[in-house]
């Protein structure tokens, strides 16, 4: 029924289309020549109404599937070619979903808990960078840090490293427990103010160049030696992994270039690429590293809380160190 709806309107317009231009025609005085047309037969006409000659195609349906449900059988079918066949399961078709059920089981937690009371460190279990503690409930607990936390005191067996200084026989400041050996001088002025032991054969120690004969002062790790310069202070301390020191300037009067010179037992300073100065052995190996030093300002930005950037600089085999102003 559209489709002859829709081959009507096409005559219709196609015939008022003719009649307003023959209209147009004779009021420009315009004449038509004779035409000559042939009346098409009665079966051309009915076939324009009917379908093509290749025979019968689909046509669309229409509906609603108001009040069916959702899913019909394979017997419901009609591609008239049979009643069609159950469904099956498909090459990698996973199965239907089914809700998980949880696998947890109700009651006490049976977790073991760390009490620093009673829990036990184990020393055979620890390493350089973890602490293995054993637990009264028989569980255990291990603490891994991403920096050294233990030395090894035995075969198989881990002490924590200590990095508070504490007053030796010897007068000098020492690193508690850690299998290097570090200690500062009682004074400023001492030429090993620092020494640094990596094992018996290879060590370092130095000094500050022009430092006042000045008591130094310890709180925790860091030992303070004040005003070993004008408006100059420096301080040491030990690391987990070696040493550090910093040269604080108290006012724009302080200077900005500090000496301090090595004393090397079984190590040779060699310069890298990268401005640090590496301490290799007779063999070419590096024992220790001395970093490039770096600078900053002591003033923080109130509204973001940071520091302007620091300056770096390289040391050299002398380690002289200069600030930029």
Excluded: C
């Excluded at 003719?18 to 420009?28: C, E, G, N, P, R």
């Excluded at 315009?30 to 098409?40: A, D, F, I, N, Y």
């Excluded at 059988?73 to 009643?83: E, F, L, M, Q, Y």
């Excluded at 607990?141 to 233990?150: K, L, W």
Aim: net charge positive; hydrophobic share 30%.
């Amino acid at each position: 029924m559209h489709r002859i709806r829709r081959q009507v309107a096409m005559v219709a317009l196609t015939a008022l289309a003719l009649m307003l231009t023959t209209q147009q025609a004779v009021a420009d005085g315009r004449e038509l020549g004779q035409v000559s047309l042939s009346m098409p037969s009665l079966s051309s006409v009915v076939a324009w109404f009917q379908d093509p000659h290749w025979g019968r195609i689909p046509h669309q349906k229409s509906g609603t599937a108001a009040g069916h449900a959702h899913h019909v059988s394979a017997k419901t079918t009609d591609a008239k070619r049979g009643v069609g066949r159950a469904p099956g399961k498909g090459k990698g078709e996973l199965a239907a979903y089914q809700p998980h059920k949880p696998a947890v089981q109700q009651g006490k937690s049976r977790g073991g808990t760390y009490n620093p009371r009673t829990s036990k460190r184990n020393a055979a279990k620890s390493s350089r960078t973890d602490t293995v503690y054993d637990n009264a409930d028989g569980s255990t607990t291990r603490r891994i840090s991403p920096t050294p936390v233990n030395y090894q005191v035995g075969k198989g067996r881990w002490a924590p490293i200590d990095v508070d200084v504490r007053a030796g026989p010897d007068g000098r400041w020492h690193e508690k427990a850690n299998s290097l050996g570090v200690d500062f001088g009682a004074k400023a002025s001492d030429s090993g103010l620092v020494s640094f032991a990596a094992d018996s054969a290879h060590s370092l120690s130095y000094g500050l160049k022009g430092a006042a004969s000045v008591k130094g002062t310890a709180d925790g790790s860091r030992v303070t030696y004040e005003n070993v310069l004008t408006d100059t202070d420096l301080q040491v301390a030990p690391t987990a992994t070696g040493v550090k020191d910093a040269v604080v300037l108290r006012s724009a009067d302080a200077g900005n270039s500090w000496t301090f010179p090595l004393d090397l037992k079984g190590l040779t300073p060699v310069r890298t690429r990268s401005g640090s100065i590496d301490l290799r052995d007779s063999t070419g190996r590096t024992v220790e590293r001395i970093p490039a030093s770096y600078a900053y300002d002591s003033k923080v930005n109130p509204r973001s809380g940071t520091r302007p950037p620091p300056t770096t600089s390289a040391p050299s085999s002398s380690t002289t160190r200069t600030a930029t102003r």
